[in-house]
């Protein structure tokens, strides 16, 4: 574990963007409050693992983190309770039967009722569940385009591109490196189709993490010695079914999906 010798050792370490996501109002008065022991460093959520863990903090994010996401899902699934879930169904071109509306997550279905309770195939997390509950209440319907844009030129990417690269790109980057099985993993587990794409990528996947938005994510092999690279873009009719801060939410909850399917793998 590594000996924090002043406030500005910490604040090196962190992104500068003072996004309060730790609830102090500046990334300084974070550092501050870490130097004196009165915030573990694992309360910045945009702080590599490999930091968190040289600086003697656990890894795992705190309780406030998974408190604000069940506080979030409560108040959407009030909101949802509160509208006409079978033209919401229409709008969306989902199915609206027994007073549930359905949509497809990753392939595997999901279900809210009237009164705002969840169902699903499969184990779904707060990460996923937030930007679908906003699909719900939200999204215009609009087809994909098949047009593919970064994160960067969606609207309001460019002030959350540096975290969308550092929290949902960059992980998904390295397991990509290590776990041999991941783009496997996409196309049998994830329900992914294998495209060949304009973007001159080794492999290139696109993944329905929602009905009307799809994902791609493109990989390029190290070689010449040079580094790999990984990228995930947009349809850009992205916008009219979710906004940018539940797809950051999303594309994160992947990244950290798959890390765990990595790590039980023993990648």
């Not at 696109?206 to 690279?229: A, R």
Request: net charge neutral.
């Amino acid at each position: 574990m590594t000996h924090i010798e002043n406030s500005m050792e910490i604040f090196k370490l962190l992104n500068g963007s003072n996004c309060r996501e730790c609830n102090e109002q500046t990334c300084l008065a974070f550092a501050v409050a870490v130097f004196k022991k009165k915030k573990p460093i694992n309360a910045c959520p945009y702080l590599e693992k490999e930091v968190i863990v040289r600086y003697g903090g656990a890894v795992e994010k705190p309780n406030t983190v998974d408190e604000y996401k069940a506080e979030a899902i409560e108040e959407l699934k009030q909101k949802i309770s509160l509208i006409d879930l079978s033209k919401a169904a229409k709008r969306l071109g989902a199915r609206f039967s027994n007073n549930k509306l359905t949509i497809k997550i990753f392939g595997k279905e999901f279900s809210i009722d009237t009164k705002g309770n969840l169902s699903s195939e499969v184990h779904i997390n707060a990460y996923m569940v937030v930007p679908a509950l906003n699909y719900i209440l939200n999204g215009t319907g609009k087809s994909p385009s098949g047009d593919w844009i970064t994160f960067r030129e969606l609207t309001g990417g460019p002030s959350r591109y540096a975290h969308f690269q550092q929290r949902c790109e960059k992980p998904l980057k390295r397991i990509a490196d290590t776990y041999t099985d991941l783009f496997k993993d996409m196309l049998e587990i994830f329900d992914g189709k294998k495209i060949v794409s304009h973007i001159d990528s080794d492999i290139s996947i696109v993944l329905y993490p929602l009905p009307l938005f799809p994902v791609m994510v493109c990989y390029w092999k190290p070689e010449d010695g040079l580094d790999s690279s990984l990228h995930i873009y947009f349809d850009s009719m992205s916008d009219g079914n979710l906004d940018i801060e539940s797809n950051y939410t999303l594309n994160e909850g992947v990244a950290l999906m798959f890390e765990k399917i990595a790590f039980r793998h023993g990648a």
